[in-house]
């Protein structure tokens, strides 16, 4: 990972660039940023430059080992449980092989994507006290090649507090060119005695420019990275799932138009009430990572039907791919109804993520679009 692969974050790789030319490399850093904006890649570029020197833009050996991830003075730590293979005390290098794979095919993934790609999708990753005790051991002995170490903590805020307490000590008293670099997309969960002790770097969100030219030099259509430019919020994670997963964008479709007309219904007709119940059923038994990405997907879709009710066809990407009448729909969306709209499916969104009950909170959340949507 270079820095010149790195979307946006110009005026960082510079303030980066410029404190490594100068020596002041702070031992520890925290990288906070959300999510898809490359917190992880281009901690990963700053570490090629500490580790491999002002030649760390060509491919020497030293530049080698960190594109292939195999620097003995690079280390890595990130959310990890046990699964069919590891049945106890995981810890990060046990999965190793799948960080790689994971890191070379998608260095913006999401922390939902490293879980699916070492089957722990339905646990929660952790870093624990075991993952602390490996890493204060290998921070504490001697570097390989005779220069710096570097540890790179990946989605930090699910280290847990017995874990940062034993890391803690070695940050407070680190030896001689050791430097960890903190990645997190929540920065408010890490506890406070690590945030005082790190300098932090605050990322800025993916503008939609800077996506649509990098989907463009990777080959997309101007038509599809224009559209998951502007759908993505500034992250490029979610602009390469619109660009590469139509079929689930049409089932999700689907699924918003048999949800709306439903809601529509009930005005006139109390009994539609029990369609809203079956499709709750149904949208229930979907895994909740789906039904998170589809309260994402109906949030965009409201706030695509605003833009079009108020004639910002320029800001319109989203193109039917069902009998879905979009014009007609846009017509009750409107500055009297989306902010209550958005707030429920945030809401809803939050408690799916909390592993609340799916069934209730889908149907409430129908219940209170069959009042909102008349409310324009």
Known sequence: MLFREIIGQEKIIEELARSYQKGRISHCQLFSGSQGDGSLPLAIAYA????????????????????????????????????????????????????????????????????????????????????????????????????????????????????????????????????FLFVSEDSSSLAETLISRCQIIKLKKLSSEKIYKELISRGYSSEEARAASIRSSGDFNKALKTVGNKQEEKMFEKWFLSWVRSAFKVRTNKEAVIELVGWSKTLSKEGRETQKSFISFALELFRQALLKNYFLNELTVFSPKTDFNFDAFSEFITGQNIEEISQELEKAYYNIQSNGNSNMIFMDLSLKLTRLLHKS
């Open 48 to 179: 090629r430059l500490v580790l491999c020197g002002e030649n760390s833009s060509s491919e020497n050996s030293c530049g080698l080992k960190i594109s292939e991830l195999k620097h003995p003075d690079l280390h890595f730590i990130y959310p990890v449980a046990n699964n069919l293979e590891i049945k106890s005390k995981a810890i990060s290098v046990n999965f190793l092989p799948q960080w790689r794979e994971f890191i070379h095919s998608n260095a913006y993934g999401s922390l939902y994507d490293w879980h699916l790609s070492i089957g722990i999708e339905n646990k929660q990753g952790k870093i624990g006290t075991d993952e602390v005790l490996d890493i204060v051991k290998k921070m504490s002995l001697k570097s390989y090649e005779g220069g710096w170490k570097v540890a790179i903590v990946w989605m930090a805020e699910k280290m847990n507090l017995s874990a940062t307490n034993k890391l803690l000590k070695l940050i407070e008293e680190p030896p001689d060119k050791t430097l």
